[in-house]
């Protein structure tokens, strides 16, 4: 993760696509950002409604 913007991996973080040493770096971060902090609460809820926004799609034999 590079250090000199870390708000930009708020998205990254809240859905839980970044790897074990870029979510912890972030959360180092998260304890002196305020703001990055209520961006991650909110990208949570999203989080929470990707999981139901639709049915399963199975990819097609050509994409596996």
């Not at 590079?2 to 696509?17: C, K, M, S, W």
């Not at 972030?26 to 991650?40: I, K, Q, S, T």
Request: with cysteine; glycine share 14%; aromatic share 6%.
């Amino acid at each position: 993760m590079q250090t000199t913007e870390p708000h930009i991996r708020v998205g990254a973080y809240a859905l839980g696509a970044l790897g074990s040493a870029d979510a912890f770096r972030f959360e180092e971060h998260l304890a002196d950002c305020a703001g990055c902090r209520v961006r991650a609460r909110e990208f949570a809820g999203v989080r929470a409604g990707l999981a139901v926004a639709g049915p399963p799609v199975v990819p097609g034999s050509g994409l596996a």
